[in-house]
Nanobody, 118 residues
Framework: QVQLVESGGGLVQAGGSLRLSCAASGSVFSINAMGWHRRAPGKQRELVASITSGGSANYADSVKGRFTISRDNAKNTVYLQMNNLKPEDTAVYYC????????????WGQGTQVTVSS
């Protein structure tokens, strides 16, 4: 069994920062790409950032220059450093990862709420 557990969400004022963490646990044989998605109220889920096993990162235009994704392969953990937060960043943030356990499949975390007040 494999689980992704997120932490680090919360309430912050506009212009502030938060750091999200997501750790994979259980029978993890190998992890490929990892990423963060978000779903704001009344909107569809969108990709925020992703990172390959080699460290190549990709960002949504709306967060470029403000968010940084990173990972620690030894800890099976992905991070999202969010700076200069805006009210429109308010959403539930989900991490996901392509993990090999018996076969390759996508796993998702339970989500963590990020609320940015103006």
């Amino acid at each position: 069994q494999v689980q992704l557990v997120e932490s680090g969400g919360g309430l912050v004022q506009a212009g502030g920062s938060l750091r999200l963490s997501c750790a994979a646990s259980g029978s993890v044989f190998s992890i490929n790409a990892m990423g963060w998605h978000r779903r704001a109220p009344g909107k569809q889920r969108e990709l925020v950032a992703s990172i390959t096993s080699g460290g190549s990162a990709n960002y949504a235009d709306s967060v470029k220059g403000r968010f940084t994704i990173s990972r620690d392969n030894a800890k099976n953990t992905v991070y999202l450093q969010m700076n200069n937060l805006k009210p429109e960043d308010t959403a539930v943030y989900y991490c996901n990862a392509a993990i090999y356990y018996i076969r390759w499949r996508d796993y998702w975390g339970q989500g963590t709420q990020v609320t940015v007040s103006s």
